[in-house]
């Protein structure tokens, strides 16, 4: 699930001719934070040099909104083969450390880029934050929903901009069936369907629910892009059969209970072999005036009760030709975009910690055999935050929540 080379604009909107019709809601504006200026690439430092930092260096080195300036890790080597790999035209121009943040102030860049493993990502973005210097994360937003908690509070405290890049947003095909549902909505039932047999090496093999963790939160975020609807409950199971390399479940089923009435329903397996989905699931979307189908990749297959309109449909879905920037390339022309105009970007860590929720909220329900509500898991969240915080202003911050979900959606 790696996204090929593309030429991008440096207009993300422009680049896939989105309708400001279908587009969602103007974001709030940023205050007290200076724009990035529009007549020069973002310098960006790397922070994290394993895998998804080499793809990170190779989509930054071929953008055309972004400059890649130094990377770091606290392995010895680790940085030089990631700029070595990357494409950039001077590898020797691009400065190496230990410490991200230090080396971003060092180097007065104007973003950092953190794909480095989820325990670090709440001491780095901290410590970023508090610098002034703009974040955008790999998913998942920290390791635990306190954590995730305590980083709403320093972006709230410090001003600055805070991105979680949720790379499947920027398909194509997630923008048309949200074009879809927006027509011919309020959806009842939205399905994704996941199946891919996996051994993965690594922590994953010993990681407490990998399949929900790693790979989970792609389609809890899709769908609350999609169907423009939050969780409020979810019911889910996990089952690990005898030929499974993980110590925990890589095979999940949940219900999730949605903010506008309807159920969304996720299946997800690397335990079974034979028909595999694409990485992006198999999805059905049931609506109230049509509905839809998408098997991953190709376009989505659109329809209602009239024979003609559901030809327009088609139509238009197949007039949308031509390569655009998709995956981590279009997040991070989201990102600078917005710094750019002042803007708070999609997927800000207010708007994401609800997908992130639902993972957490899925695996307390395998855990405790039972129905859990987001809300009740959410403030049970900030009483852990409270309690770990270290920063007085940020804890005190969290204790003024009249409740998260509000400050979440504020």
Known sequence: HVSSDLSTPTDLSAAQG??????PAPAPELTGFPTLPADRPARVVLVGAGGMGSWWAREIAASPVAELVGVADLVEGAPQRVIDQ???????????????????????????????????????TVKALHAGIPVLGEK?????????????????????PFMVSQSRRFFRQVRQLRSFVAAHGPTVLTSAFFSLFTEMEGYRRTQQHPLLRDMGIHAFDTARYIMDADPVAVTARGAQPEWSVYEHDATVTATFEMSDGSLFVYNG????????????????????????????????????????????LQDAVAAEAGEEPDQIAASLIECVSALREGRTP???VHENLLSFAMVEAAVA??????????????????????????????????????SVREALTA
């Open 18 to 23: 989105t309708d400001t019709a279908d587009a």
């Open 86 to 124: 990357a494409g950039v035209p001077d590898p020797s121009a691009v400065a190496t450390g230990t410490d991200g943040v230090d080396l971003a102030l060092e180097l007065g860049a104007d973003l950092l880029i953190n794909p480095t493993v989820p325990l670090a990502h709440h001491p780095v």
């Open 140 to 160: 998942p937003v920290t390791e635990t929903l306190p954590e995730a908690l305590s980083l709403v509070a320093h972006t709230e405290l410090t001003g600055v």
């Open 269 to 312: 397996t690397w335990n079974a072999r034979g028909l595999p989905t694409y990485w992006n699931s198999e999805w059905r979307i049931g609506a109230q005036l049509g509905s839809a189908t998408w098997d991953g990749k190709g376009a989505p297959v659109l329809g209602t009760e009239d024979d003609q309109a559901t030809a327009r």
């Open 346 to 348: 999609m997927c800000e």
């Open 365 to 402: 329900s395998v855990e405790r055999g039972e129905r859990v509500e987001i809300d009740e898991l959410l403030e049970q969240a900030r009483i852990e935050a409270i309690a770990a915080e270290t920063d007085p202003a940020a804890r005190e911050l969290m204790q003024s929540w009249s």
